[in-house]
């Protein structure tokens, strides 16, 4: 939030972490998050899973500077699942790539999974009958900004935009 409040960035989309009566927060929208698993992972095959059956699995985070960081590391608290301090991924790619070539699960968003570079083909989502979590997305710019109303005009398309593509995955 540094750049943002300092003026070396205009607008950040990011999940929603930010406080602060000097920032306009425009929420997106929300998402659900999965745990992923590679496709030889004995999760994976398994249908039915609990909170119970995950407990102590080696899970794989993001670097700490990104928001995303601390969600997964509360649900990695919440699941009782061990988070690895010494794999982080710098990206949710290599976070997606990590997980595929064995070092751990992870956890991603649904709209990432969705994507053409979401991975579908190397790591699997995992059904847990008994968690769910989401994330919201927004985007921020200083309130008093002078192209404010044009970081609204952004943040309008984005949000349609995304609507559009939840609905049509949800339908799918």
């Not at 306009?24 to 909170?51: N, Y």
């Not at 500077?65 to 710098?90: A, K, M, V, W």
């Not at 979401?118 to 919201?136: A, C, F, H, T, Y």
């Not at 309130?143 to 309008?156: C, E, K, L, R, T």
Request: charged letters at 20%.
């Amino acid at each position: 939030m540094f750049d943002l409040r300092s003026g070396a960035l205009d607008m950040l989309l990011t999940p929603v972490t930010s406080t602060g009566s000097d920032l306009h927060i425009e929420h997106l929208f929300d998402e659900d998050l999965h745990l992923v698993a590679p496709p030889e992972h004995p999760f994976a095959t398994r249908s039915g899973l609990k909170r119970s059956d995950i407990g102590g699995a080696d899970t794989l985070g993001i670097d700490p500077r990104y928001p995303f960081h601390q969600q997964t590391r509360d649900i990695c608290s919440d699941l009782g699942l061990n988070l690895l301090g010494n794999y982080e991924g710098t990206s949710l790619d290599s976070l997606s790539q990590m997980c595929a070539s064995g070092l751990g699960l992870a956890i991603l968003p649904d709209l990432y999974l969705r994507s053409e570079v979401g991975g579908k083909n190397i790591i699997v989502p995992l059904v847990i009958e008994d968690w769910q979590s989401r994330r919201s997305v927004a985007a921020i710019w200083r309130g008093n900004s002078v192209y404010g109303h044009h970081y609204a005009q952004v943040a309008m398309i984005i949000k349609r935009e995304a609507k559009l593509m939840l609905n049509a995955a949800a339908q799918s």
